[in-house]
């Protein structure tokens, strides 16, 4: 039996990876010639880690993973601490630790684990055939390959959505810019081993500890679609945005490297029901395509993947298998994705008095509703 499977991202290598635990052979398709992440860093929660160790890539994690023990909101203005506890007790509940990565090195290090070699690069998909046992994917370069079957990991802008979809499905703009990137550990910013957020006027500022005693960073900004604003101006930007907000923030500013940091307009996609069709399984983002605000993107990647794998180790029979993969997956992921656009317009002001009455909370919260809420979310996934 042979997969093919398109993008070599966090879904794509994880999706290889489950599979090879069946026992089926995955040819990978990537179309970049490098890979650029697009996001300097993310926080793998507990739901993610526990996929990335079923998949025999805990090491990785152990390797990347910050050491975020505590949580913090400050007032984004007078810098004071609205609530601030220990992540201990989601530790314990749910028996992992979360681990903010760098995206680079963890992408790096999954391709490595699959094999670099055995990526083919350069391989952009345009157009899918399927026949009831097989799939061709043509490529940009002329080239074609065919399979028994095709997992979908091309990621928000996916191609294969379209043939699977039988449409093609818009990107809807969240609301707000977000730039992040990373910096080297300054305790005049935050802690070394906390996870800070400071939070005013809809806006935030976030800063969590990577392996490498470093700093991913991240400003988000409600902010119309389709500014002129790019790398050059950054520090100008961040500068005003922030302006008369508390010291940790400007010294944060001043210490961002402009080259390295990102700046991304931040979509998701309407939740669908259709992800398969016939031997094609849609997986990762190309599946479900959410707002980063519970932090479940990459998570819900790796979930997919697992949950792939647990369809084939039920049965040889491929339809059934991703049949059954759409069937389990499908709530789940549209749970996710509702529940990160809901907590954007919270946190980013869509009605202000509501983001005000999120900030009043946080000044009286003692740890327990956050921590139930960040439970729940990964206790549903497929690893509980
Ligand atoms: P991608 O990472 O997009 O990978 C798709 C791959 O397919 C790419 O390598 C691409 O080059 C390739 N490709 C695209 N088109 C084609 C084609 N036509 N042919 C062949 N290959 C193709 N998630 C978390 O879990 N935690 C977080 O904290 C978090 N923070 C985030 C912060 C930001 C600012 C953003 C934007 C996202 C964040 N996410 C987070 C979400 C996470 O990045 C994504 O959900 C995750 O990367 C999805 O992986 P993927 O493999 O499905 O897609």
């Keep these: 039996m042979k ?3 398109i993008g070599a991202g966090i879904g794509g290598m994880s999706a290889a990876v489950a599979l090879k635990q069946q026992g089926i052979d995955c040819d990978v398709f990537e179309a970049v010639k490098e890979m650029k992440p697009v996001g300097a ?8 880690v526990k996929c990335m160790r079923h998949l025999g890539m805990g090491d990785i994690m152990d390797e990347l993973g910050g050491p975020m023990h505590n949580l913090a909101y400050q007032d984004g203005f007078t810098g004071d601490i609205m609530t601030q ?36 690069f350069g391989k952009r998909i345009e157009k899918v055939e399927q026949t009831d046992t097989s799939v061709t994917a043509y490529f940009t370069d ?47 910013i935050a802690p070394a081993d906390q996870w800070t957020t400071f939070v005013g006027e809809g806006k935030r500022v976030s800063i969590m500890p990577i392996a490498g005693s470093r700093f991913y960073f991240f400003f988000d900004v409600p902010l119309p679609l389709g500014l002129k604003e790019d790398r050059t101006t ?18 944060l500013i001043d210490a961002i490297d402009p080259e390295t940091t990102n700046r991304i307009e931040i979509h998701d996609i309407t939740p669908f029901d259709t992800l ?7 997986l990762g983002d190309s599946a479900h395509s959410t ?45 996710l994705v509702l529940k990160a656009r809901k907590r954007c317009d919270v946190t980013h002001g869509k009605d202000m ?11 009286v919260e003692k740890g327990e509703n956050i921590i139930l809420g960040i439970k729940n979310t990964i206790q549903d996934g497929p690893l509980g």
């Excluded at 860093?41 to 993610?48: E, F, K, M, V």
């Excluded at 950054?234 to 010294?251: E, H, I």
Aim: a negative charge.
């Design 3 to 5: 997969a093919l499977i």
């Design 41 to 48: 860093a993310l926080s793998i929660w507990q739901n993610g």
């Design 85 to 120: 506890f220990s992540l201990k007790p989601l530790l314990d509940a749910v028996a992992e630790r979360p681990c903010p990565v760098s995206r680079a090195d963890l992408q790096s290090q999954m391709i490595d684990f699959w094999g670099r070699d055995k990526v083919q």
């Design 142 to 188: 002329g080239t074609s390959a065919t399979g028994d079957m095709m997992i979908a990991a091309d990621g928000t802008r996916s191609v294969v959505r379209a043939h699977v979809l039988g449409k093609e499905l818009d990107r809807r703009y969240a609301g707000y810019v977000n730039w992040n990137g990373l910096v080297d550990i300054d305790t005049d």
């Design 234 to 251: 950054v520090v100008a930007d961040l500068k005003g945005y922030f302006k008369g907000w508390a010291k940790p923030v400007q010294t």
């Design 276 to 282: 398969v069709k016939g031997n094609i399984a849609l």
């Design 291 to 335: 707002t980063p605000d519970i932090g479940q993107g990459g998570c819900s990647a790796l979930e997919d993947s697992v949950v792939l794998g647990q369809c084939f180790s039920e049965t040889n029979d491929i339809n059934t298998a991703i049949k059954s993969y759409e069937e389990k997956r499908r709530f789940r992921v549209q749970d």
């Design 353 to 363: 008095q509501e983001t005000q009455d999120w900030y009043d909370d946080l000044r």
